[in-house]
Every structure is written in C-alpha cells, then in structure tokens.
C-alpha cells in the first residue's frame, strides 16, 4: 500500500507563485510516475502535470506550461512549482501515483490519491 499526502496550497494573488509538495510513502517501489490533478468547483477532476521514473515526460496540460514546473526524486518527494497563477487556476489540487508504465495522463491510470490540498488565487 502507498500513502500520499499533498501540502503547500494557499491564497496567493494573481501573477504569485506557490509550491506544491507531495510525500508518498509505503511501498514506493511500485510507483512509476506521480502526478498532480485540480478540481475546481462545479468542473470535473482534470489533470495537471506528471513525472515518470519510466523515461517518459514530464508532461503538462495545456492550461499550466509554461507557468507549472513539476520535479520529484527517487523517493518519491514530487513538487509542483506553479509560477505567473490566474483566478482560473484555484481548485482543489490532489496528488496521485501510479503503478503504470510509460504515459500517465488520465486519472484511472493512477492508483493512490492524496486528501487534495486548496489553491486559491485572487484577482
């Protein structure tokens, strides 16, 4: 089993900046990427970022390149450095990992989710 925990959200104005951090632990092992993911209210759950101890990515979602920087280590600390944020980004972010190899981009990919951490910014 794999625990994962997100920290760092905030309130933060328009054009500010945070850091995102998320710890897995357990059997970390089996973990191949992880991956953060927002819920807005009232939207569905969409996918941010990913990083992959495959070889593959990072990749992004359109809405945050350029402005979101993922990163992570071996054992399994993984960060979301989100730069230049806008209204359109508060939501609700959740971490997640996965068992899966190679591209992981959609949410039943990933297998242990975080409680989700709130990101508001003001305009």
């Known amino acids: 089993q794999v625990q994962v925990v997100e920290s760092g959200g905030g309130l933060v104005q328009a054009g500010g900046s945070l850091r995102l951090s998320c710890l897995a632990s357990g059997r970390t092992s089996s973990i191949y990427a992880m991956g953060w993911f927002r819920q807005a209210p009232g939207k569905e759950r969409e996918f941010v970022a990913t990083i992959t101890w495959s070889g593959a990515g990072p990749y992004y979602a359109d809405s945050v390149k350029g402005r979101f920087t993922i990163s992570g280590d071996n054992a399994k600390n993984t960060y979301l450095q989100m730069n230049s944020l806008k209204p359109e980004d508060t939501a609700v972010y959740y971490c997640?990992?996965?068992?899966?190899?190679?591209?992981?981009?959609?949410?039943?990919?990933?297998?242990?989710w975080g409680q989700g951490t709130q990101v508001t910014v003001s305009s």
């Open positions: 997640a990992a996965s068992r899966s190899w190679g591209t992981v981009v959609v949410g039943p990919q990933y297998d242990y």
